[in-house]
């Protein structure tokens, strides 16, 4: 029959973090020894260095900011990475996560990484000054996963099925309902404008096009690199000179429908007269031009506090830091405005 755990095998109490007496106790060293090998110091040797990063991997401990003289206020510290703050979207986001986590006494930090050629360093920052990172990972998920090491991380609207928390933002039911609200109107010939090359259309612009094309649709795909209005004005003016008879543009995101708007205002074409323009993401800027843009829109109050949710719960020990507990979904709606 197995005993009590040994002093150097401490189990921290449920629910509760590793502190450094933990680390020192099961490495059989002392606290400054954990606090040298913890923070890069000189003064021991590399086995014992080896034997205290073992043991606080093993007990999932990560040094106190307030030792290090990391701590800029509140009870708890959130890394924020997001992926383009020139993006209205992403301040939108942003103001929801500040707005939300300050109620809950924490404090953000932001790290843009779009165009960050050190965005591994940034983000390995991030994790050593706050207790869990949200924001949007991407294709660099595994890899900032491993610079994170034991910081939990939530992900936002992750691209496939991820290791950790996430909260998905899922436009599915939206788009069947605005697929059934073009066939009401009359349109015939739709067009999907989608931010992603030839060769890996987003996942948005699959499911419109499936939802198109199962209501007997033939919609043209065009691939635009940027989801910029820029990109979305000059792949409009595209479209238009060749004369077609597209009567719909459903683009990948608001900020490329308002330069849909922009290229038909200058070639002279009625919307919603002649063609309806649909966006993604309900920003409020969507209800500032004229005719009001009709959008898919997602609750970036809702996103942040699911983010949130999970990562409160995680750090009290009452999630765990994967699984389908620690799944959310958060669904677009039709917004209907004057362009469609």
């Known amino acids: 029959m197995a005993g009590p755990p040994r002093l150097t095998e401490p ?18 060293v002392s606290r400054q ?3 040298r090998a913890m923070n890069g110091m000189s003064g021991i040797s590399a086995a014992t260095k080896e034997r205290v990063l073992a043991a606080a991997e093993r007990l999932d401990y990560r040094p106190s900011r307030f030792g290090r003289g990391l701590v800029t206020g509140g009870d708890h510290q959130l890394g924020l990475v997001v992926n383009d703050l020139r993006n209205p979207y992403t301040p939108q986001l942003a103001s929801a996560v ?13 790290a843009d990484v779009d165009l960050a050629s050190d965005a591994d360093r940034m983000v390995q920052a991030l994790g050593s000054q706050t207790d869990v990172v949200i924001g949007y990972l991407g294709s660099r998920r595994d890899r900032w996963r491993e610079l994170l090491g034991t910081v939990p991380m939530v992900e936002l609207d992750p691209y496939s099925e991820p290791p950790t928390a ?33 060769e890996h259309t987003s996942v948005r612009g699959i499911l419109m096009m499936d939802a198109l094309q199962r209501r007997g649709y033939l ?9 910029t209005a820029e990109c979305g004005a000059e792949e409009t003016t595209r479209i238009l000179r060749r004369r077609r008879r597209q009567d719909a543009i459903l683009a990948f995101n608001d900020v490329m429908a308002l330069g849909v708007l922009q290229a038909c205002r200058r070639a002279g074409v009625d919307v919603p007269r002649e063609l309806r323009v649909v966006g993604v993401d309900g920003l409020p800027l969507g209800s500032l031009v004229s005719p009001t843009l009709t959008t898919l829109a997602v609750d970036l109050d809702e ?27 958060v669904r677009h709606r039709l917004l209907l405005r004057e362009s469609a």
């Open 11 to 28: 189990v921290p109490a449920p629910g509760g973090r590793a502190t450094i007496i933990d680390v020192a106790a099961a490495a059989g």
């Open 33 to 35: 020894t954990v606090t």
């Open 303 to 329: 996103v942040a506090r699911e983010a949130l949710d999970l990562a409160l719960g995680m750090l009290a020990g009452e999630l765990p830091r994967q699984g389908d507990a620690v799944q959310r979904t």
């Open 219 to 227: 919609p043209e795909l065009v691939h635009a690199e940027h989801g």
């Open 98 to 110: 500040f707005r939300l986590a300050a109620e809950q006494g924490w404090n953000v930090m932001l």
């Open 166 to 198: 996430a909260v998905w933002i899922d436009p599915t039911d939206a788009i069947e309902v605005l697929a059934d609200h073009l066939v009401a109107t009359g349109v015939r010939h739709p067009v999907v404008l989608d931010n992603s090359s030839p």
